[in-house]
């Protein structure tokens, strides 16, 4: 079993920036990052697999970079440019060796205003 803690989120302005990071407590094959906005479906943000095969939704190209740090088995995504549109709870979530997202961290708030 491997847990995942995320920490990062808050409340920022419109254009600002936010780093959110997500530890996991065991070996993954595979992280990515997923958020829910209110009324919404959860979405899919980035993910990222080794040290460079890496993913993003179209909607965060450009503006979010994902990263990992594999001596501390922590993934980061930075925010930059954040609209009010990308306010969701983010969640961390990792692969079993089965490639399939079965860990999920408990969440974090982003608030972006206006």
């Known amino acids: 079993q491997v847990q995942l803690v995320e920490s990062g989120g808050g409340l920022v302005q419109a254009g600002g920036s936010l780093r959110l990071s997500c530890a996991a407590s065991?070996?993954?094959?595979?992280m990515g990052w997923f958020r829910r906005s209110p009324g919404k479906e959860r979405e899919f943000v980035a993910a990222?697999?080794?040290?460079?095969?890496?993913n993003y939704a179209d909607f965060v190209k450009g503006r979010f970079t994902i990263s990992r740090d594999n001596a501390a088995k922590t993934v980061y995504l930075q925010m930059n440019s954040l609209k009010p549109e990308d306010t969701a709870v983010y969640s961390c979530?990792?692969?079993?060796?089965?490639?399939?997202?079965?860990?999920w961290g408990q969440g974090t708030q982003v608030t972006v205003s206006s």
């Open positions: 979530a990792a692969k079993d060796p089965s490639l399939k997202y079965v860990y």
């Open positions: 065991g070996r993954t094959y595979g």
């Open positions: 990222i697999r080794g040290s460079s095969s890496v």
